[in-house]
């Protein structure tokens, strides 16, 4: 079939976008799903910074390729062989399409899926083939097997996880990245227990999703940190206590807030200066989470006597170090029971036509979260 989708042709360094204009909009040819794979019908999507990061070439990833991770559709068709959805459900895509079969799959990780981490890197399905092409014939490469920015798209069955058709699926699309890895990196990466101190630094869709998980898990105080005035009003709606202008003397405040320092940071910029501020913040025998994805030449210091000393422990979160077909329902019936306030994350809609637009204000930090509407 021809579908519309958005396709980066080269890596375009520093915004802004509507200007240089890398991505574009191209009618395709989508192949029809073959074994284990599954055609959806897009019908909403978010822009994260990960879709960014491969923009301004913070992560390298080959090109052409057909952005977007974080979606929600209505499956169309299935191919044979696949068993866990069928046409007409609601599903919601998961960036990482877990093979089962692998050592961290066996181990209950999958966001570390050996397979699935491969094909992600080549740009290809699971199996290893790319359903979309240009209607030259040559091969367009699919982002973290979802390509969630274009009217339809083939996934790996693995990739998706189905959702209640009551929930609206520009909600529903948040749940596959921000919700999964925010909530996902308090709950399942720190395992926070109720009553601990708790610091975000970074208010993008994933860290607002932090703060919100931090609030689910019984945590307080909970301090936010940003740059942003609006996204710092916005933390302390979705469950910060305390928010602080981030600058050099963020962490002297927070150590005063908290007797010291918080019993476990999170990081959700993607830089080192971000992650410095999180682990200068963090008290000695607590936990500093980064979850946040850096440019691959960057490396961070850290005294490495207060490692041991202390008893620190700086750990990364991928994904939330979540099961998605686990995680994404628990995160939903919290969100329809009033425990997550995901409609507070939601901000402006674009079309599929402003992208390079949208790229431009979440380059400018100006919003948490925008959602592309399809249909």
Not at 119 to 141: F, H, I
């Amino acid at each position: 079939m021809l579908t519309s989708a958005a396709v980066l042709t080269t890596i375009a360094g520093a915004a802004p976008f509507a200007e240089s204009r890398p991505v574009g909009i191209e009618t395709l040819w989508l192949a029809d799903p073959a074994a284990g794979e599954v055609l959806v019908r897009v019908c909403a999507a978010g822009l994260c910074h990960s879709d960014l990061s491969v923009v301004d070439g913070n992560r390298i990833r080959p090109v052409p390729m057909v952005l977007g991770h974080e979606a929600a559709g209505i499956v169309e068709a299935v191919g044979t062989n696949v068993t866990a959805v069928r046409p007409g459900d609601h599903v919601v895509f998961a960036f990482v399409p877990a093979c089962g079969a692998c050592v961290p799959c066996q181990s209950g990780r999958p966001p570390l899926c050996e397979p699935g981490a491969a094909a992600n890197g080549a740009g290809t399905l699971l199996s290893g083939r790319r359903a979309w092409s240009r209607q030259d014939g040559q091969p367009v490469n699919h982002h973290l097997g979802v390509s969630g920015f274009a009217e339809h798209t083939v996934c790996a069955e693995q990739s998706l996880v189905r959702v209640p058709v009551e929930l609206p699926l520009d909600r529903a699309a948040l749940f596959g990245c921000a919700l999964l890895t925010g909530v996902g990196a308090v709950v399942n990466t720190a395992r926070v227990h109720p009553g601990s101190s708790a610091l975000v630094v970074g208010l993008g869709g994933v860290g607002l999703a932090a703060v919100m998980g931090a609030r689910l898990a019984g945590c307080h105080p909970i301090v936010a940190i940003d740059v942003t005035p609006d996204k710092l009003a916005l933390a302390a709606a979705v469950g910060a206590t305390h928010v602080l202008h981030g600058d050099d003397e963020s962490v002297d405040a927070v150590r005063e807030l908290t007797s010291g320092g918080v019993d476990v940071a999170f990081e959700a910029v993607g830089s080192t200066a971000a992650l410095a501020t999180a682990y200068d913040a963090t008290r000695r025998g607590g936990t500093t989470v980064a979850i946040g994805l850096p440019h691959p030449d960057q490396r961070v210091a850290v005294p490495a006597l207060s490692i041991v000393a202390e008893e620190r422990r700086l750990v990364g979160s991928y994904m939330g170090s979540s099961v998605p077909r686990r995680d994404i329902p628990r995160y939903i019936a919290l969100y329809r029971a009033g425990l997550l306030p995901v409609d507070l994350l939601a901000g402006s809609t674009f079309a599929l036509a402003e992208i390079n637009e949208a790229m431009d204000r979440l380059a400018a930090g100006a919003t948490a979260r925008q959602v592309l509407v399809l249909s």
